[in-house]
């Protein structure tokens, strides 16, 4: 059973990853990023005890004293930004039968990390033969196009993909959860593509990602391309196929 004197458990600020019932006694809440201080409030169904006779409250194991006109609001700090406090509300009361009846419930304040600043991975790395290739246009987190390129020899057919992100998300590749990856290009094909970027799990508000495009391109050799050339001398300037 649950408490039946109880309306309901909120917090000032945060998202509840379910709404809250009298029945669940686990939740998790996201709370917004760089914000210390949130508020849990217990609202307390006083018209159920017109003695005074009030249920007891525990906010991790500490008593609050409260009354009709002083309600349940406690504040709860953050030791660290972006972290988590475990929060444990228990309600002591006395059924209709006059027994005792004890119910905890379990809130999880989650605090995510500011996503503007770290979804962006620090940075990529592509590289073949030992050696790092070169980006087009250079990476910069956050900065310039959603597409770069790499260009490569015909005879390279891989290359090794690193993604380095910030410890709080996780490094992706072709949608993989993973920070190296062994890239196989596409046979007969002149270029192959290649997703990367960086992603974070919310128990709360689902998956949030930055992602852009590395394409791997053949590295033509123009004068093996070429189907002519001008030859300048005295006399003026020539085309002679080739």
Not at 54 to 77: F, H, M, Q, R, W
Not at 138 to 143: A, C, K, L, Q, S
Not at 179 to 184: A, E, M, P, R, Y
């Amino acid at each position: 059973g649950y408490v039946l004197g109880l309306r309901r458990i909120t917090t000032t600020n945060g998202v509840w990853n379910q709404t809250w019932s009298p029945a669940v006694t686990d939740y998790t809440v996201e709370i917004p990023a760089r914000l210390s201080l949130v508020t849990i409030d217990v609202d307390v169904d006083f018209d159920r005890y017109p003695n005074g006779d009030l249920p007891i409250i525990l906010l991790n194991g500490k008593s609050i004293a409260y009354g009709y006109d002083t309600p349940v609001s406690e504040p709860i700090s953050f030791s660290t930004s972006p972290g988590s406090e475990k929060v444990n509300v228990e309600i002591t009361t006395q059924n209709p039968h006059n027994l005792t009846q004890i119910l905890t419930y379990h809130l999880l304040l989650y605090q995510p990390p500011d996503l503007s600043k770290v979804l962006w991975p620090e940075d990529v790395l592509v590289a073949s033969g030992g050696g790092n290739l070169t980006m087009d246009p250079p990476y910069i987190p956050g900065v310039g196009a959603l597409e770069r390129r790499v260009y490569v020899g015909r005879e390279v057919d891989q290359v090794r993909v690193t993604v380095n992100c910030d410890p709080a998300v996780e490094p992706i590749i072709n949608d993989k959860a993973t920070g190296s990856q062994l890239v196989k290009r596409e046979e007969n094909s002149q270029r192959s593509i290649v997703q990367v970027g960086c992603r974070f799990s919310s128990p709360t508000t689902g998956v949030s990602e930055k992602v852009f495009d590395i394409i791997v391109q053949d590295r033509f050799d123009l004068r093996s391309m070429a189907t002519h050339v001008e030859v300048k001398d005295d006399r003026g300037t020539a085309r002679r196929d080739i």
